[in-house]
């Protein structure tokens, strides 16, 4: 069993930052990458952006490019979202996940394991 945890979330001014980490636990934990999905209230889940464990290729929502960065620890169970310039629509749960093979990131479908979330709530 894999379990995901996410932290570093809360209140924060447009034009604000937050960091968020990610740890990933479990014997037979095996990733090929590990993403960064978030949802509103009354929307549907999105992607925002994913690494790969392999080649650290990173990937972006268009809607976060610029802003959001996503790195990896050095112990290869642990990512982070660096969020910057924080704007209200950012405001959502964010969840990491994580899928064992390859394929699109940017879809949710392939993600096997999933984190309970964190709330950002970003202020005008």
């Known amino acids: 069993q894999v379990q995901l945890v996410e932290s570093g979330g809360g209140l924060v001014q447009a034009g604000g930052s937050l960091r968020l980490s990610c740890a990933a636990s479990?014997?037979?934990?095996?990733?090929?990458?590990m993403g960064w999905f978030r949802q509103a209230p009354g929307k549907e889940r999105e992607f925002v952006a994913a690494?790969?464990?392999?080649?650290?290729?990173?990937y972006y929502a268009d809607s976060v490019k610029g802003r959001f960065t996503v790195s990896r620890g050095d112990s290869r169970n642990t990512i982070y979202l660096q969020m910057n310039s924080l704007k209200p629509e950012d405001t959502a749960v964010y969840h990491c996940?994580?899928?064992?093979?390859?394929?699109?990131?940017?879809?949710?479908?392939?993600?096997?394991?999933w984190g309970q979330g964190t709330q950002v709530t970003v202020s005008s």
């Open positions: 996940a994580s899928r064992t093979y390859s394929g699109s990131v940017e879809l949710p479908e392939g993600y096997e394991y």
């Open positions: 479990g014997r037979t934990f095996r990733s090929y990458a």
């Open positions: 690494i790969t464990w392999s080649y650290g290729g990173t």
